[in-house]
């Protein structure tokens, strides 16, 4: 026994040690991957056909568990390459490998549902968000207003779940639609259309976004991919066609543009991300914090200077994907974006997830899951206090991590205490605030000021963004 513990000993220091000699982005690439891997197994699970089922059993036969042979290999080999090659591994080969592991995680998966979607069922393997974006797109190219309408005719029917209310409602925002039917009208020739079409390239998108915010250090940007990609909360959802991944790419560009000054796109890319859900809209006073607080106005016309080369092309696109709809039918749309989620509709979405009211419905409070409940007040009582918090620290730190940051505590707080708590809307928020913790500073450019009159060196001032 003795010489087992010591043998145990030995095992565990060795492994120490070499965890100690890995670089940065093998630590986080390896630990990810490997865990990752395991969830695999039985814990990562999308929906299939008649309920959800582990991502490996979307492949026949043995190619099953062949799939979680190659995926765990190819994860392993990351470190371990690491630790062989050191500096033969080179960057070029990191990113290659790290490609794999992206594929084999998200774009495989994807694929193969996409495909078993085709040859089957069109409501088989497919999220019910996804069919809805579907469906409510055909119903505007036929004339109709998604808002207006029920589902009832469509696949989203026989979608598994008894009396989904999603049949009754368009729970999300027009430009998810609108932005559907350009790719479905040119794929109409095939007879066939999936929205994972618009959401893979959207996840991909995303870590190139990503890695552009961060640091121009290769380990870091590898590691940061690699963060959002493994993060077992948001890619499998990803899988199944949750547009979360279509949202956090708009959301990245926003704050890429900020960034990189480029005032106008990121009022645009707020305005598409504002456009698709709800999540976005809660970035958009911290956007206009941020940019009041750097240029720190003394009078409303240089306020009206800062906010407007953001805030005009951010209105007039918002204006564009909102009035036509609530024009047409104001409380149709006000019945299946506000009433349908706060239960106070005649088909409201049941309470669900992980959050408060969960906790209410266990402990009674709320005595079945569709009955209605004043769950705004909690929503409004700790989401503007949050606001408050995070806010005051971007006025006086006025740099893109503080918007990140305050825009997720802000959306996490709110979203906790609503209706339903998904476990996709924790993974969302972590992917979201995952390149703010290493995001890339300002250039700090030098002002040389010059010396009196009587002589003396001129001296230098930064100025830029803390």
């Known amino acids: 026994m003795h010489e087992v513990a010591r043998l145990l000993e030995r095992v565990v220091r060795e492994g120490f040690s070499r965890w100690r000699q890995l670089t940065f982005d093998a630590k986080v690439v390896g630990s990810l991957a490997l865990a990752n891997w395991l969830l695999l197994f039985s814990s990562d699970t999308i929906v299939q056909v008649t309920r959800d089922g582990p991502i490996w059993r979307l492949f026949p036969g043995l190619i099953g568990p062949l799939y979680l042979f190659l995926v765990g290999a190819v994860a392993l080999a990351y470190p371990w390459r690491d630790l062989r090659d050191r500096q033969a591994f080179t960057d070029r080969q990191r990113w290659l490998h790290l490609g794999a592991i992206v594929s084999l995680f998200v774009v495989v998966p994807m694929l193969a549902a996409m495909v078993l979607r085709a040859t089957g069922q069109p409501w088989t393997y497919v999220h019910d968000g996804a069919l809805m974006a579907e469906e409510a797109a055909r119903k505007l190219l036929a004339g109709h207003n998604p808002y207006s309408v029920d589902y009832l005719d469509t696949p989203l029917f026989y979608w598994p779940m008894v009396n989904n209310p999603a049949l009754y409602h368009f729970t999300y925002f027009p430009l998810l639609f609108l932005i559907t039917i350009p790719p479905m009208l040119l794929t109409a020739p095939l007879g066939w259309f999936d929205e994972r079409l618009l959401f893979l390239p959207a996840f991909i998108g995303c ?168 769950f705004w007040i909690f929503e409004v009582a700790a989401a503007i206090p949050v606001a408050v918090v995070t806010m005051r620290t971007l006025w006086r730190d006025p740099s893109i991590p503080q918007v990140a940051f305050g825009y997720a505590l802000t959306l996490l707080a709110f979203l906790f205490f609503g209706r339903y708590f998904q476990t996709s809307y924790l993974g969302y928020i972590v992917a979201a605030v995952t390149p703010a913790l290493f995001l890339a500073p300002r250039s700090r450019p030098v002002i040389v000021v010059p010396a009196p009159a009587s002589g003396g060196v001129p001296s230098q001032a930064a100025a830029g963004e803390p």
């Open 207 to 374: 870590l190139w976004l990503a890695a552009r915010l961060v640091r121009p250090s290769t380990p870091v940007r590898l590691a940061v991919v690699a963060a959002i990609t493994l993060n077992s909360q948001f890619f499998p959802f990803v899988i199944e066609g949750r547009n979360d991944a279509f949202v956090l790419f708009f959301v990245l560009a926003t704050l890429l543009c900020l960034q990189r000054d480029r005032r106008v796109l990121a009022g645009l890319a707020l305005a598409a991300a504002a456009g698709l859900k709800l999540h976005a809209v809660v970035l958009v006073p911290f956007v206009a914090v941020y940019l009041l607080a750097r240029a720190r106005p003394r009078t409303l016309s240089e306020a009206w200077r800062t906010l407007a080369p953001t805030f005009v092309p951010f209105a007039i696109l918002s204006a564009l994907v909102f009035l036509p709809f609530i024009a047409w039918d104001a409380y149709g749309m006000w019945d299946d974006v506000v009433l349908y989620n706060a239960g106070a509709s005649a088909w409201s979405y049941p309470v669900a997830g992980i959050g408060f009211s969960m906790l209410l419905h266990a402990l009674g409070v709320i005595p079945y899951r569709t009955a209605e409940f004043p």
